[in-house]
Every structure is written in C-alpha cells, then in structure tokens.
C-alpha cells in the first residue's frame, strides 16, 4: 500500500509562487499526479505524469510545472504566478488509474490508487 503525504501549501499574495511536495513511501510509482478542490467545487487534475507523458490542465499550463524525483519517490509541483482562483486543497494521487482524461480535462477516481490528505493553497489579492 502507498501512503502519500503532501506539503508545501501556504498563503501567498496574488502573483506569487509555491511549491508543493508529495511523498509516496510503500512502493514506486510511475503514475502520480497533483489534484485540487475549492470549496463547493469537484475535485479536478492539475497535473499528471505518468512514465515519459506529462499532462496539464489549461489552468496550470504556462504556470505550474511538474518534477519528479525518482530517487526519493517525491513529486513537486512548483507553482508562480499565483492567482486567487487558485485557491484550494491540493492533493496528490499515485498509482495508474487514478484518473482518467476526457475532454482535454484530468479526471480524478478518488476510489482508485492512493490519495494524501491534501495541503491548503490561498492566494489573496
């Protein structure tokens, strides 16, 4: 079993940058991914990588940037140009199949894989 743990959220002022980090301890992944939630919303993909392919969502392209550390089985998601939309829980996925893409949009199966508590994002303006 993969347990994920995120960190890294903060609150920061509108244009300004963060930078996330997810551990996943209990076995490898290739497939792993960063997901957010505002209140009242779904839960939507950010980012997701999976081997050699890397998605983004229209949100993140152009501001958020994925790395992964294969040694340490860590992911970062750095994010600058911070915006007040941007506010929200974010979480990391590990495991294939814990989303599946539709629509050029990443969609989330919280059921599948193995999902962090998350790490609150605020941006204020």
């Known amino acids: 079993q993969v347990q994920v743990v995120e960190s890294g959220g903060d609150s920061v002022q509108a244009g300004g940058s963060l930078r996330l980090s997810c551990v996943a301890s209990?076995?490898?992944?290739?497939?792993m991914g960063w997901f957010r939630q505002a209140p009242g919303k779904e839960r939507e993909g950010v980012v997701v990588?999976?081997?050699?392919?890397?998605f983004y969502a229209d949100s993140a392209k152009g501001r958020f940037t994925i790395t992964k550390d294969n040694a340490k089985n860590t992911l970062y998601l750095q994010m600058n140009n911070l915006k007040p939309e941007d506010t929200a829980m974010y979480y990391c996925?590990?495991?294939?199949?814990?989303?599946?893409?539709?629509?050029?949009?990443?969609?989330?199966?919280?059921?599948?894989?193995?999902w962090g508590r998350g790490t609150q994002v605020i941006v204020s303006t």
């Open positions: 990588v999976g081997g050699a392919s890397t």
């Open positions: 209990g076995a490898s992944s290739i497939c």
């Open positions: 996925a590990a495991g294939c199949g814990s989303w599946y893409l539709r629509q050029g949009q990443i969609r989330p199966k919280v059921d599948v894989g193995s």
